[in-house]
Nanobody, 128 residues
Framework: QVQLVESGGGLVQPGGSLRLSCATS????????ISWFRQAPGKEREGVSC????????HYADSVKGRFTISRDNAKNTVYLQMNSLKPEDTAVYYC?????????????????????WGQGTQVTVSS
């Protein structure tokens, strides 16, 4: 069955970096889009980034553009989120999401209701 497992979260100082991983199984990663979301305490889950299948086009929330980079390694069935220049407001639980066999591109990617599969999340805390 489809599984998504996030890792790589932790505590980091402002200005620091982390790389999150989303290990996938149960479907052919290269054929589908994968998105990252985050949810801070008391706030709604929000889209962070998405990478499409095929040409691997990427999309970012305005709040992370220029600081975060999404990438995929199809051979390892893993999607990454490199996070640089982290800020306290980036503190949240980060989730990866997918919707095989439907979602192959990132159109409408920020809509949480479009995804059937989610990981368990990984905590990112940015604090001095």
């Amino acid at each position: 069955q489809v599984q998504l497992v996030e890792s790589g979260g932790g505590l980091v100082q402002p200005g620091g970096s982390l790389r999150l991983s989303c290990a996938t199984s149960g479907f052919t990663l290269q054929q589908y889009a994968i998105s990252w979301f985050r949810q801070a305490p008391g706030k709604e889950r929000e889209g962070v980034s998405c990478i499409s299948s095929g040409d691997g086009s990427t999309h970012y929330a305005d709040s992370v553009k220029g600081r975060f980079t999404i990438s995929r390694d199809n051979a390892k069935n893993t999607v990454y989120l490199q996070m640089n220049s982290l800020k306290p407001e980036d503190t949240a639980v980060y989730y990866c999401a997918a919707d095989p066999p439907i979602r192959t591109v990132c159109a409408g990617w920020e809509t949480t209701a479009l995804y059937d599969y989610w990981g368990q999340g990984t905590q990112v805390t940015v604090s001095s």
